[in-house]
């Protein structure tokens, strides 16, 4: 007798266990916490001068050491790199027709896997001259810009990931650093040679 009561039960909270009213679960989402918006002066010395995140570090582009002007703002928490490169023109053959072209083909690679790129020219408060391209798909960067005074000095920044997730679950992390990248163009300042 005491053997079938615990059979009994265990049928018992089987039979109320099981029923027809399951739905599956929506599929679930990375959660990506977006720090406080701050920003701070650049003070490393360089051609330029802007205002960056207070959430990026500063850092030499490990590609071209011997660039010091060229830099990295890493948004470790994000897990993005804003690649900031930096060109003088009118010296050892950089004119302002050659760096707006390749700037140009650097965003024009991506046309394999992006669905769009759009492009938008526009005017810094200092009087500088700056292209912005978007991308848009699944492409390594979805947020470029150039900004020159087209006769002294020449600024690119390109923004990548180091992850391989897909550009639709990075959307927010995308949209809060391309403002601060807008920020960055337009306190952009370059420095008299």
Not at 114 to 143: C, D, N, W
Request: hydrophobic residues 40%; glycine residues 6%.
């Amino acid at each position: 007798m005491l053997q079938r009561i615990p059979i009994a039960v265990l049928l018992l909270v089987f039979s109320f266990s099981c029923s027809q009213d399951y739905l599956p679960k929506p599929r679930g989402y990375n959660r990506i916490d977006l720090p406080e918006r701050g920003f701070q002066a650049l003070e490393e010395e360089t051609p330029y001068t802007f205002e960056y995140s207070k959430n990026a570090q500063v850092e030499p582009d490990s590609f071209n050491l011997a660039q010091k002007s060229w830099i990295n703002l890493n948004y470790t928490q994000l897990g993005g790199k804003v690649h900031l490169t930096y060109f003088p023109l009118d010296t050892k053959g950089k004119d302002i027709k050659l760096v707006v072209t390749d700037a140009i083909n650097l965003t024009a690679k991506h046309q394999i896997k992006a669905y769009g790129i759009e492009e938008s020219v526009l005017l810094t408060p200092k009087g500088y001259t700056g292209v912005v391209a978007e991308l848009s798909g699944e492409v390594p960067t979805q947020f470029q810009f150039f900004v020159t005074d087209s006769t002294d000095h020449f600024l690119r920044g390109a923004l990548y990931f180091n992850t391989a997730m897909k550009n639709d679950s990075l959307a927010p992390v995308i949209e809060y650093i391309k403002v601060d990248m807008i920020h960055l163009i337009n306190t952009l300042e370059f420095k008299k040679k």
